[in-house]
DNA sequence: GATGAATGAGCGTTCATTCAT
DNA sequence: CATGAATGAACGCTCATTCAT
């Protein structure tokens, strides 16, 4: 197994582990165990668990970010825009519940404290788009005129929920239902 | 300090602990000491830490819902009932972060697993409050169609991110801003 | 409630509890609550845990040693002494099982350390009978020329197994099978 | 240390404390201690306390049945055989007296529930020499018509308290004495 | 570099004993 | 006197981290 790969197996180990049970339930001797490498190889790839946890968060962004902006059209009209990315969010979020999971898991632990805000979405990274997006559409008065975190919690709120009842299985997702249910949070930040 | 002080203080304390920096920031020796009680008196009122948790959450379910139906006219317009609800329940966690910040991490933890669906707005207790408010608008057609699940994730998605981005400083909700947001929630499920 | 009945009921609470599960099982507070007693009035009779079973097995004692020396006759052959005192002391246990029970706990216990000997047969007391019995049996010569202590160890080894043993069902223990096995214990002590 | 003597040694330690003082001295960190490793050490050798007890005694027993057994000939005269075994048996406790308090803690203690009837000498393993014994001689009618279970009392009684009487010091077994004891216990059970 | 046995601080919980009522 | 709520030391056990191999 290479270096790599290695490093890789140990995310993957921590991802499984705690978006099937939580955090209690992923101790480093059971990651170390599920990702077939010794409990004190984890420590040359992760200075140590804060850090494990953390970097993979990170990974799971990066996984994440291309596949939403994937064919987004900067220039075609804001609704579209909004559509693209809200419902491209949505299913990533319900074809990778292991992703979900945990990244829903990390913002209630220890862990993403210091992210409590939404990376994804916010200043970070190149991934302005929702910010761009939200400023765009304030300067052309087609948004209410929230503060951009207003607009955010009207966006996200409803998706998170959305993709956590789908995996849970109170609800099923389909792809009519996924457009209508952007379609509406359109509604709550449209003018 | 008389026996029902006694059990409120060792509440109160998990709820400050817990609501503060999370349940691993709880260990039970913590909680006694924070209640001013000795570490084996927290078990003559709770049979251990799950029972505590447990109980600690129906309590505040148990405050919650009285203050957020106060007042509540179940024959005023379907919108105006739906902008009470909202907006009490947001103000509530606005004005109690404790309890928010709680029943976030509780419902995000081994402990909340059972509770997961969120019983205050449920199926539970008399407070079918919103789930009759969305039955009644379906059937007079002033609600889009879509299922129960959907316009709660649609109502409470934002009310919940609200009040984090309120509580961890983001954004300050004053009354015109909530009352402006839980209007931008109706849109999004009114047709 | 008398004085004496409350303390006759701990007794009894604790004798039960212990005879039934093992001194593990007891805890004072559910002793004191068989016995329908506050726990801290359990500290008015017995200085300690330490002492209250102590004379608990006092007590025991105290009740055993009249019914087997009931009908006693220090005149008779010294086979009939030693069957009358063997068999009798077979039935106590057989018919006082929680009596054994705890007796048998104690002596495999931190509390009964000290008592290690076999008190009832020993020196204490006026019961010196089966160290006189076994005294005139080797004076006389009709006993094989043990030391006391083998003479009783083959005598209240049998005894005590064969309590157990039927006590727990492995053997039933009617009058016939009682005497046989005291004679047979008569065999291995006498030439 | 190699691992296997780690394993060796928390035995040793764990043997020795109960011996010495019963269950009740013997916790875990004082058991690590004396064993010379931490006390998360002992987990990784025993699930739990009650397996490192219960594997305890099953170690004491596979030292034990060999040296009972070597040198027994199952061709020998009855009474033969029965002297072998029994003095070996005794031998065995008197010249290892931690072996012996073990057992003996053990067999009434929550731990050895389950083992209450003599495995050592019933079905279990190989070692049903003293139940072939004792079939063997009822059927050529040279024992007295007892049940197994008397048999077996009439025998180990004795015994454990000649073990016990000895190592507490009220008795000093020697050889002679160690085989006029068990010839005596051939008396009782012997037509 | 990789390992996994070893560590020990820290957890949740119990219970003999005390003492205010 | 009797009570039982309160106590806190001590228990069995877990797990992030280290380090000899």
């Known amino acids: 197994m290479s270096k ?7 995310v993957r180990a921590a991802l499984e582990l705690i978006a099937e049970n939580g955090f209690h339930a992923a101790p480093m001797a ?3 165990d599920r990702a077939g490498v010794g409990a004190g190889t984890i ?3 992760f200075e140590n668990k804060d850090v494990l ?7 799971l962004e990066e996984k994440m970010l291309p596949v939403i902006q994937e064919g987004y059209d900067i220039n075609a009209p804001l609704r579209e825009r909004f559509l693209h990315l809200g419902t491209r969010i949505l299913r990533y979020f319900i074809e990778n519940p292991l992703h979900f999971r945990f990244i829903e898991q990390f913002h209630n632990s220890p862990y993403g404290v210091e992210h409590r805000r939404d990376k994804i979405l916010g200043e970070k990274n190149g991934c302005n788009i929702f910010r761009e997006l ?8 087609l948004l209410k005129a929230f503060p951009l975190t207003i607009l955010f919690a009207l966006s996200f709120g409803p998706i998170v929920n959305l993709a956590r009842d789908h995996i ?8 009519t239902l ?9 509604d709550s930040i449209s003018k």
Chains 1, 2, 3, 4 share one sequence.
């Open 168 to 175: 849970l299985g109170f609800v099923v997702m389909d792809e």
């Open 134 to 141: 939200f400023e765009d559409g304030l300067s052309q008065q």
């Open 43 to 45: 420590y040359r790839y």
């Open 53 to 59: 946890i953390g970097e993979l968060y990170k990974d």
């Open 178 to 186: 996924i457009v209508a249910a952007i379609e509406a949070c359109w």
């Open 30 to 32: 059971m990651i170390a």
């Open 4 to 10: 790599s790969d290695k490093r890789e197996e140990i």
